[in-house]
């Protein structure tokens, strides 16, 4: 069984960063795609950064140049770097793991930009 536990989210002023991390227990982590999500309250999840096993990205347009998404295989762990945050990023931060026949989420993270 997948289990996924977010950590590094918190309070941050417009214009700071933070490190989210993603540690995946289980096997298999290697063959997994692994993402990072966000919702605000009344609003769908969506998809923030994406990561291939092979290491491809992509970003939602709005947060491409200021994030980074990463992984590392040998500690199991996914990583999304915020730089430059602004108040519009303030959301609960979800990790998600979609392996060829079953997901994953975690249970999220609190973002919150303000001054």
């Known amino acids: 069984q997948v289990q996924l536990v977010e950590s590094g989210g918190g309070l941050v002023q417009p214009g700071g960063a933070l490190r989210l991390s993603c540690a995946f227990s289980?096997?298999?982590?290697?063959?997994?795609?692994m993402g990072w999500y966000r919702q605000t309250p009344g609003k769908q999840r969506d998809v923030v950064a994406r990561?291939?096993?092979?290491?491809?990205?992509d970003y939602v347009e709005s947060v491409k140049g200021r994030f980074t998404i990463s992984r590392d295989n040998a500690k199991n762990t996914v990583y999304l770097q915020m730089n430059g945050l602004q108040p519009e990023d303030t959301a609960v931060y979800y990790c998600h793991a979609r392996g060829t026949a079953r997901r994953y989420w975690g249970q999220g993270t609190q973002v919150t930009v303000s001054s």
């Open positions: 289980g096997s298999g982590f290697g063959i997994y795609v």
């Open positions: 990561i291939t096993s092979g290491g491809f990205t």
